[in-house]
């Protein structure tokens, strides 16, 4: 049984992620141009989106168990985030420290809001700060596609990432509406996951090593596997073996709907 990457190790990440973000913003010629993998945003957008989500993140942190989110912001609302370069790049970072110091501050197993409270991942700082590594990964990876630049995720960012959007976004106590079906990923890297969709909802379990294949094997790099999870790349982007309806469902389908 695989265990979950250790508190330390994800605020580590959140911090090289978060560097990545920031130089790959630093190095655009244009922050008015469209982001292709988030079309109704400017690279501009991006960037605003993300300090102000981070400066959301570390209140709803620092709130505590059971307080209600503070309000959303739109990136094409009232701007928040400053227009000159170094400005922007400081405020970035200004953003992220306000949320790591709120994750240090509460430690990985303090309660508070989150969105998924029928997923199988607790409603912790520590399972929020796990999230966040994947937001700022992805993001990363929108602002270099745009710029005819994209490059995988890190190994140690991507495999983690499978696993936990499979247990925080996936998983559900939901009834799965449609026929049952079982959905097995493989990361060539060396993690293997079982989806299981049913009555129950959808679950997310380490496959053993002898499990016969489920309805459903989808293999890939870590990296393509969350990359495809998160919309930025098809699914034939991937190797598949047997009926591939059960993954377009599962992604089509809002169980909070």
Not at 23 to 36: I, M, R
């Amino acid at each position: 049984m695989h265990t979950t990457v250790e508190f330390p190790e994800v605020l580590r990440l959140i911090e090289d992620r978060s560097a990545a973000f920031r130089a790959a913003v630093a190095s655009v010629a244009d922050l008015d141009a469209q982001v292709p993998t988030c079309p109704d945003w400017t690279l501009r957008d991006l960037a605003q989106h993300l300090g102000d989500g981070r400066r959301r993140q570390a209140a709803i942190i620092a709130a505590g168990p059971g307080a209600a989110p503070p309000a959303r912001t739109d990136p094409k609302g009232a701007p928040t985030a400053p227009r000159d370069r170094e400005a922007l790049d400081a405020w970035l970072a200004e953003s992220i420290a306000l949320m790591l110091d709120a994750m240090r501050a509460a430690g990985p197993d303090r309660g508070c809001w989150t969105w998924w409270g029928r997923s199988q991942a607790p409603e912790t700082s520590g399972a929020v700060a796990r999230h966040q590594v994947q937001e700022l990964a992805v993001h990363t990876y929108d602002v270099q596609f745009s710029q005819g630049a994209a490059q995988p995720l890190p190994t140690d960012v991507a495999v983690e990432g499978v696993d936990e959007f499979l247990t925080t976004v996936a998983a559900t106590t939901v009834p799965w509406p449609f026929a049952p079906a079982t959905i097995d990923l493989h990361a060539y890297e060396g993690r293997s996951w079982r989806l299981t969709l049913d009555a129950d909802g959808v679950r997310c379990d380490d496959l053993a090593a002898d499990a016969e294949p489920g309805d459903l094997v989808v293999r890939g790099a870590a990296s393509d596997l969350v990359l495809y999870l998160y919309d930025r790349v098809p699914l034939e982007s991937l190797k598949t073996t047997g009926d591939t309806e059960p993954m377009e469902q599962l992604a089509d389908w809002d169980p909070n709907a």
